[in-house]
């Protein structure tokens, strides 16, 4: 039994949902998104709730269950407050410059880094610091990853791309004899 499938699911003021046996949709102060789903979860939208129970007993059914009824619940919880992840730049003469759609980046490489901003994200860069934010959790998430992943943090002097909550290890280097 999955804990998290089995938990009701509240709608908060100003959010509407709507399921039309494939596609969720959420609408709210923030935004819209909807996602297909397949029939194996029945998901039920009754008065301020949404339920869950797989339609099914068999093993991918359940697996199903949880993380349908996750994602369920970051959409409502996206279309109302956006999801945030900050990334710190971190080397000397390391910068990040948003462009219109593009975020350009100068990572110590020969040339300049420039990648796309997905649709639905905004990109804000203060200061060595890069907050990524967006209604879907998924993309943030994506983004943020693909972002940090251009120049990981290197241990030694702890240059490069790393989450706001990430703590990198330190190793020492070489000592002088």
């Known amino acids: 039994m999955s804990r998290i499938g089995k938990q009701i699911i509240a709608i908060p003021e100003k959010t509407t949902v709507s399921f039309d046996g494939a596609t969720f949709s959420v609408k709210g102060p923030k935004g819209e998104i909807s996602r297909h789903f397949k029939n194996s979860v029945a998901i ?18 359940k697996a199903l269950w ?23 730049i971190e080397g000397i003469g390391y910068k990040a410059d948003v462009q219109g759609k593009n975020l350009n980046l100068a990572l110590g490489f020969s040339h ?36 940090r992943a251009l120049k990981k943090p290197e241990p030694y002097k702890g240059k490069g791309i790393r989450y706001d909550s990430e703590v990198i290890r330190r190793k020492q280097g070489k000592k002088a004899a």
């Open 112 to 147: 300049p880094v420039i990648v796309a901003i997905p649709e639905g994200l905004t990109v804000v860069h203060e200061k060595g610091t890069l907050t990524i934010s967006g209604i879907n959790k998924e993309t943030v998430g994506q983004f943020a990853a693909q972002i």
């Open 44 to 61: 039920t939208v009754a008065d301020k709730e949404v339920t869950l129970a797989p339609a099914r007993n068999d093993l991918a059914t």
């Open 66 to 88: 949880g993380t349908y009824a996750s994602h369920i619940s970051n959409m409502i919880e996206g279309v109302n407050t956006p999801f945030v992840k900050k990334l710190i």
